[in-house]
């Protein structure tokens, strides 16, 4: 959808982009095109669509034959939808992305994949969510704030490296495809963009052993500056010192000297 027309739309329907949401809508048709053929959709495969905006992206998959669920927020723009988006293989859910209950929408468990444009202030939370589904998704596509692709992505001893890396990164094999400057949005926003995608591990740990993942992590990244072992210890229990012992790590590690690998080999030591 070109700027004009876009313009047009938003304007007949009322739709004012709200900073506050991170509403930035996509105009440009090579990035469009991109992010289609990144994903290769499949005729018949499900795909939830969080934050579809004029549906743009929305309407090329379904050309190409997948099963759109999309979940939007704003009034305005789920009545542009409801009103001009009729498609036998496309369902609109209307609310909060990250109150949704995905289980029930999507019918879970299912294979799926996921889409979103997400403004940062979800991004953490939402991103978080569909890793921590019973049946998460095959693969993820994001068009994310910059700052928050490198954190997705980050190694481990930077800086970006945190709670959230490890969690995902336990789960997906994350790569940023291409930095997306400003003005392929409307309004433009104030920082650069990414475009990520997160591809599900061929031998992803246990949702068992995530859970336990995820409470050490969130406790050794909760003091960065305090050493991870002092820290994990209220949450991973007195098998603690035997665990690191197993995994040869340092009691005197903070949690970003931390290894990926390593907390998932704390987390099966702990529940062994």
Do not use: W
Not at 16 to 44: E, H, T, V, Y
Not at 53 to 82: C, N, P, W
């Amino acid at each position: 959808m070109k700027k004009a027309e876009l313009l047009s739309t938003l304007e007949k329907y009322g739709i004012a982009p709200a900073k506050s949401r991170g509403q930035n809508f996509l105009i440009d048709n090579n990035l469009l095109d991109a992010m289609c053929r990144s994903m290769d959709i499949q005729a018949g495969e499900t795909i939830l669509e969080v934050g579809p905006g004029a549906g743009v992206l929305t309407r090329e998959m379904l050309k190409l034959g997948g099963i759109v669920h999309a979940v939007e927020f704003d009034f305005a723009i789920q009545r542009y939808l409801s009103e001009n988006l009729e498609h036998e293989k496309f369902t609109l859910h209307k609310g909060d992305a990250c109150k949704v209950d995905y289980k029930e929408i999507l019918d879970l468990p299912r294979e799926f994949r996921c889409l979103a444009n997400l403004p940062y202030a979800i991004s953490s939370i939402f991103i978080a969510i569909m890793s921590e589904l019973e049946s998460p998704p095959l693969e993820m596509y994001f068009l994310l704030q910059r700052e928050m692709a490198e954190r997705l992505a980050a190694d481990n001893s930077t800086k970006n490296y945190g709670s959230l890396t490890v969690r995902v990164q336990a789960l997906y094999d994350v790569n940023i495809l291409r930095i997306v400057p400003p003005e392929v949005f409307f309004p433009p926003p104030k920082v650069q963009s990414a475009f990520v995608t997160l591809k599900l591990k061929e031998n992803p740990p246990s949702p068992k052993v995530l859970k336990k993942l995820n409470s050490i992590v969130r406790a050794a990244f909760s003091q960065r500056r305090k050493v991870a072992f002092k820290l994990m210890k209220g949450t991973a229990g007195p098998k603690l010192e035997e665990a690191y012992e197993t995994v040869g790590l340092d009691r005197k590690a903070r949690a970003e000297q931390i290894t990926i690998e390593q907390y998932i080999q704390l987390a099966e030591t702990l529940l062994a």
